[in-house]
Nanobody, 115 residues
Framework: QVQLVESGGGLVQTGGSLRLSCAVSGNIFSVNVMGWYRQAPGKQRELVAR???????IYSDSVKGRFTISRDNAKNTVYLQMNSLKHEDTAVYYC?????????WGQGNQVTVSS
């Protein structure tokens, strides 16, 4: 069963912004810490940010101050607002629950930052 539906992503210039969305099955969303991950070519998937049910967010050092993770409980959706994008942010971005084991990974969102 598909429990994660990701959208957003695209091509943006250095310094630009994008917002990623991930609609999550309610039974998962309501009780789980949710995370955004990314994987660049030839590299391991890394955790970018996670958000607790109550809204507390934790970020990796590489995106802190530029990205904002949020959740809309009415829509069972987690977002990643990405500002001041850099070329090194180029990757495929995924959402999933933070706790192990993850749900089956979706196709992800390709984010390409030019320059």
């Amino acid at each position: 069963q598909v429990q994660l539906v990701e959208s957003g992503g695209g091509l943006v210039q250095t310094g630009g912004s994008l917002r990623l969305s991930c609609a999550v099955s309610g039974n998962i969303f309501s009780v789980n810490v949710m995370g955004w991950y990314r994987q660049a070519p030839g590299k391991q998937r890394e955790l970018v940010a996670r958000i607790f049910v109550g809204g507390l967010a934790i970020y990796s050092d590489s995106v802190k101050g530029r990205f904002t993770i949020s959740r809309d409980n009415a829509k069972n959706t987690v977002y990643l607002q990405m500002n001041s994008l850099k070329h090194e942010d180029t990757a495929v971005y995924y959402c999933n629950k933070f706790a192990y084991p993850p749900l089956p990974w979706g196709q992800g969102n390709q984010v390409t930052v030019s320059s």
